[in-house]
């Protein structure tokens, strides 16, 4: 059960940190390489299934940010956060025990949902795949890129939702995603969840500090 849970031990700063690691990391699998055999900080000549390309771990992680900031406007994360958190603080406001029918569910699951593979469509995937092209420096298949930006853009957002998301909170709603509804939950229930969802604000910020690529001026 959700409340069985223990809270999150490591910090925003360290599970955003471990999302794109993972995302990196996927994008290298995708390639045809290994982040294994990368170095830490400057780059390799490695052979991937489109060919040489220059890679390190640091510039696959910059490749992430590039298609983090393509796809996701700035400020939509953090939005969705006060939403669920919104929804959360006035199911305790309203005391006893509440029912959450089917709107309220949603409001409240606002960014568990948006943080979801499937949420791109492949035109805005094929726009982000073209970010990528600065890691080879030779022309390469437009298909090969889009499967690869998919690849790593979905590994990030599944890692930063149900691996990273609030522990409590993220399995509430997965139990309520499977679970009869409307769900009805007791008011000390409430208090749980919506003490999870004030980790969410700062979380939200946290992915854009790390995520997002700075402009150059």
């Given amino acids: 059960m959700w409340l069985d849970v223990e809270p999150d031990a490591q910090s925003d700063h360290e599970r955003v940190c471990r999302a794109l690691d993972l995302a990196a990391a996927r994008l290298a699998t995708s390639f045809g390489s290994g982040w294994h055999l990368l170095p830490e900080t400057g780059e390799v000549s490695v052979s991937t299934r489109a060919g040489t390309a220059s890679i390190g771990r640091d510039s696959l992680r910059s490749a992430v940010r590039g298609l983090y900031t393509s796809l996701v406007e700035p400020g939509t994360i953090e939005a969705l956060c006060a939403l669920s958190l919104d929804e959360a603080e006035s199911l305790v406001r309203e005391g006893g025990t509440v029912s959450l029918t089917e709107d309220r569910l949603e409001r409240l699951a606002s ?3 948006y943080l979801s593979p499937g949420r791109v469509s492949l035109d805005e995937m094929v726009k982000a795949g ?20 998919w690849e790593a853009h979905g590994c990030l957002m599944a890692v930063l939702g149900g691996g990273s998301l609030p522990a409590r909170y993220s399995l509430f709603l997965f139990e ?40 150059t001026v």
């Fill in 130 to 149: 073209g970010t990528l092209r600065a890691l080879h420096s030779h022309p390469v298949r437009e298909s090969f890129l889009t499967n690869a930006a």
């Fill in 111 to 113: 960014v568990w949902s």
């Fill in 176 to 215: 309520a995603d499977i679970g009869s509804k409307p769900i009805s939950i007791p008011a000390d229930h409430a208090i749980v969840l919506r003490n999870d969802c004030l980790e969410l604000p700062d979380y939200g910020r946290e992915i854009e500090a790390v995520l997002r690529l700075k402009e």
